[in-house]
């Protein structure tokens, strides 16, 4: 193999391995573990076992050793982990728990592959690459750009950059793109994870130098996912608050202004309180009788209660 050859396929492992561990570590988080080499640290299988419960939301349904030492448990602990994957309908081609705690990185990659794409990116109608490209083309249609892959057209910078403004419009206009395309990598990742709080799981010298297809599919997905959530994630700019009352505007992922029905729009006091709601161009406007004291107010946009909720007004 030419030197070029082997450098270019050690590049993407190496950019798959750092992205495939940080999308693991962003749920492992939940039990305070962590995969420090994704390549080493499965062998026991116990890392594995959890992510798996994790983002399966299900028990493993067996026991399995939670002290292995020898090599017999290391694959007895890796072989539930395969067969409960399987048994979740997951077809695994060439893997097996050898090659999880014998380190086979090629082969651990590819199975965690399958588990973002089963867990991550297969969501709400969307199977696969096809679906979420449309998706990011439609978001960044209005900026100009036209994406056809998820790898060389988002060595530019714009593309993202479209792509985080779109999902609030306004937190990065496109008048305010620098034109460098590392610089602009590095902002709309530093904006997406104050804004929408979505994990760095990919560098962005990594999307400019060596941008890696499912690596970036499943930083994407996490756009896609703020994006759906949009109800829990409602937009609560200039929420004002006075002793009788409060104001929410709402607004839509374009940054216009939301309508809904008083019906829709429904607020839940505690303690109990005789409301009076009024809407006029997505501002909702509640008035209560302020009689002293601490109150609390959920939320809620078509039963799904919005992020800032509950609302608390008085004296905390």
Known sequence: MAEEEIKRDRTWVDVQKKTFTRWSNNFLLQRKLKINDLEFDLENG????????????KDIGAKYNKNP????QLL???????????????????IGPEDITDHNLKLILGLIWTLILRFQIQRAGFEGKAELLEWVRK???????????????????????ALTDALQPGVFPQNT??????????HSQDIAEKNYQIPKLIDAIDIYECPDELAMMTYISFFRDWWLDGFKRTDLNNTKFSSFGFTVQLRDKHGNNKNFS???FTVIPNPKA?????????????EFG???GNYSFKVNINGHEIAASPLNIGSH
Do not use: C
């Open 69 to 72: 030492k020898i090599r017999s």
């Open 262 to 264: 008083t019906d829709q």
């Open 46 to 57: 116990l890392l594995l076992i959890n992510l798996l419960e994790i983002i399966s939301n």
């Open 139 to 161: 978001m960044v249609a209005p900026y100009g750009e036209k994406p056809n892959n998820f790898n060389l057209d988002w060595r530019n910078g714009r593309v993202l950059s």
């Open 290 to 292: 302020y009689t002293g």
């Open 76 to 94: 007895e602990n890796t072989s539930l982990a395969v067969k409960f994957i399987k048994g979740e309908g997951i077809k695994l081609v060439g």
């Open 274 to 286: 005789d409301l009076h709601t009024t809407e006029h161009g997505g501002a909702y406007n509640t």
């Open 177 to 186: 793109w620098s034109g460098n395309a590392l610089s602009d990598l590095e």
